[in-house]
């Protein structure tokens, strides 16, 4: 009996101890920009790293480091192999990072190599110019396309392949141009390509529109179209969508973090639970507002689910273009 009333204590104390871990933040917490500053995945770090400070969930101030190469392939190629176990390391991704997954662009390492965590935002493709252009409308700028390919360059913060070329193949196809024809440069990250855009190396950039955002309120850049279902709230309402224009383009950008795959249960929940709170939190409203996101809560299990759904599905785009097997 007092064996057992013994295992019953130390049982007890297991599970207490065990609670009292998965409620406690870590001691130090960094988010991994997988790109140069300026662009979507740096604006998704700094949305957390403020709001997670303003809200109190955690103590000391995020650290957002930088981490560029292949639209997240070398963040998560290092995440997985050298620092799987970190629980304070949230590193962030897009819907661009599962189009590369989905053709196997990171390597060795696959959808199921990480632990997905929490989504922040949605975002939505479009295409964009100098205000000083000639075209003034999506129609002007693929009809100078099909008139003459190389007139027109195309500037995006990603390789061919990537979701900035699928939007400006998806598009080019509409003009009647080879996707694989169309004068297209990468560029890393999405603010290069935005660089090159006011000093007039390229006449377009295909990017989010998150990243445009800083731009709208002066008058340098004109968003010819979003693509999206339909015309967005607030500040972006006079920006018409590609399909109103006649043209049935659609691309929402899911954007979000991962954590390492030895990341404990215990640890891998804390994160859920407090995503969770904090996606209910008015500051976190405010700062995704700020930066051009809309509403798109998905934690643990289902966004793992949602994840594996997506890479799926763009592999058979990737496909359709001949990009993937």
């Not at 049982?11 to 870590?26: D, I, R, W």
């Not at 997905?116 to 205000?131: E, F, H, K, P, Q």
Request: hydrophobic share 40%; proline share 5%.
């Amino acid at each position: 009996m007092k064996k057992t009333l013994l295992q019953t204590v130390i049982a007890t104390a297991l599970l207490m101890s065990t609670a009292a871990f998965a409620v406690e933040a870590p001691g130090r917490t960094e988010c991994i920009a997988p790109a140069k500053p300026g662009g979507g995945f740096d604006l998704t770090c700094k949305l957390i790293q403020v709001s997670l400070q303003e809200t109190g969930a955690i103590e000391k101030p995020m650290r957002v480091t930088y981490m560029p190469g292949g639209v997240g392939a070398v963040a998560y190629n290092a995440i997985v192999a050298q620092r799987p176990a970190e629980a304070g390391t949230v590193v962030a991704f897009s819907g661009g990072s599962l189009l590369n997954l989905s053709q196997g662009k990171f390597g060795r390492y696959g959808v199921d190599d990480v632990r997905w965590l929490a989504s922040v935002g949605t975002d939505y493709g479009m295409i964009a110019v100098r205000a000083d252009s000639p075209w003034k409308s999506l129609k002007d700028l693929l009809t100078a396309m099909e008139k003459d390919p190389n007139s027109v360059v195309i500037g995006a913060g990603a390789s061919i392949g990537s979701q900035d070329w699928m939007k400006a193949a998806k598009l080019a196809q509409q003009a009647k141009v080879d996707p694989h024809k169309m004068r297209y440069v990468a560029f890393e990250g999405g603010g290069e390509p935005v660089t090159a855009l006011m000093g007039n190396h390229v006449q377009a950039v295909s990017g989010d529109l998150s990243e445009m955002v800083p731009y709208l309120q002066g008058d340098k850049i004109r968003v010819l179209a979003v693509f999206a279902e339909n015309r967005l709230p607030g500040q972006l309402a006079n920006v018409p969508t590609a399909k109103e224009q006649g043209y049935d383009l659609v691309w929402p950008i899911i954007r979000g973090f991962y954590l390492g795959p030895k990341v404990s249960d215990d640890e891998y929940n804390w994160w859920v639970e407090t995503f969770q709170k904090l996606q209910q939190t008015d500051e976190f409203k405010k700062q995704r507002e700020l930066r051009g996101l809309f509403e798109f809560n998905m934690n643990g299990k289902a966004l793992d689910e949602y994840v594996k759904k997506q890479v799926t599905d763009y592999r058979e785009q990737a496909k359709s273009f001949g990009l993937a097997k």
